[in-house]
């Protein structure tokens, strides 16, 4: 009753394709490390085989989805409802929108394992796919770190002024805290991305689901140090339900999906990437790419010449919407 039919996804076929391929690896390896929308698994000390992250380079086919998946859409491409911006001016790249995200989740709030919140099962929230502030803004997010791309997203990010939201997996966050203190102290926010990256997401028992987020939270929380604050929630795969979303509001995370999909993960090449977000980008819409998750060099280098192109546009950039 709370998905609205504008979360029908145009690139549903392909996920679902993908999702396909990752259940049978699941099946196999008994965890599931592949990515959809949301990339591959950076090897971490519980990734399986090396040919787990199965997710690159076939997923290109027309194939009607097969996958038992519903609700596995994330946001979807919609049209904001702020008003192009007209004073949108300075186009230097400078953040708007600097009102914290969510502000359930206190600062200084314990690392200690919350208490389990209780399943909801027929209650969805709402999964956002905007910008806070509306207008000529646009949102950077990256998933899947943190990991070796990150640093250089980061240098990218801070030529051009600009603050994003990192959808970090739990282990890498632990494996890397230097980068998560980084990330923090340039500016830019944090998204819970669970621990292990488990898909189809939305399939997860609710313990279980319980377990991926809250922990995740914990691990980044600790690897940024005391104060750190994780405001929003993406589910792997962008695999949202009325359960997960639960879950993430009762730990104070605002469900964070996504308004344009260049599928960068999947390596499509460089121009592909880029021509994908300025096809599908429209004001206020929330960009998904990843620093994580295997080789990012594509993504880097479009993004060498999406930044550009955005200031050229009159975007400035914003945290997504809480
Ligand atoms: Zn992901």
Redesign the pocket.
């Known amino acids: 009753m709370h998905r609205t039919p504008t979360r029908r996804s145009p690139l549903r076929p392909h996920r679902n394709r993908l999702l396909a391929g990752c259940i049978a690896v699941a099946a196999v390896l008994g965890l599931s490390a592949c ?1 959809t ?3 591959a698994l950076q090897p971490t000390a519980t990734a399986t085989t090396p040919g787990a992250a199965n997710s690159t380079g076939t997923g290109n086919g027309t194939a009607a989805g097969t996958a038992p998946a519903p609700g596995s859409d994330a946001a979807q491409p919609r049209t904001p409802t702020a008003p192009a911006d007209p004073g949108r001016a300075t186009a230097t790249g400078k953040p708007v929108g600097t009102t914290p995200g969510a502000t359930t989740g206190a600062p200084g709030t314990p690392t200690g394992t919350p208490a389990a919140p209780p399943a909801h099962p027929g209650q969805a929230t709402k999964v956002i796919s905007s910008t806070a502030s509306g207008g000529r803004t646009v949102a950077l997010t990256f ?2 770190g943190p990991g070796p791309a990150t640093g250089q997203v980061l240098d990218l990010l801070a030529q051009y002024h600009v603050k994003a939201t990192f ?1 970090e ?1 739990g282990q890498n966050a632990a494996a890397n805290p230097a980068l998560v203190k980084r990330v923090l102290a340039e500016g830019h926010r944090l998204c819970d ?1 669970s621990v292990h ?1 488990p898909q189809p997401f939305e399939k997860l028992p609710h313990d279980k689901a319980v377990y991926e987020i809250s922990a995740a939270r914990d691990m980044i929380v600790k690897a940024g140090g005391p104060g750190t604050r994780v405001g929003w929630f ?1 589910a ?2 962008g695999g949202f339900n009325a359960d997960n979303e639960h879950i993430a509001a009762g730990l104070g995370m605002d469900s964070l999906g996504w308004s344009v999909d260049p599928r960068d ?1 999947s390596r499509p090449g460089v121009a592909a990437i880029v021509s994908t977000v300025q096809s599908q980008l429209k004001p206020g819409g929330v960009i998904l790419m ?1 620093d ?2 295997g080789d990012r060099s594509q993504t880097v280098a479009a993004l060498k010449q999406l930044l550009p192109w955005l200031v050229a546009q009159g975007y400035t950039f914003d945290f997504p919407a809480a």
């Open positions: 990515g929308a949301s990339g998933d899947d959808c997996i991305h990256h993406r792997p795969g993960w990843h994580g998750g």
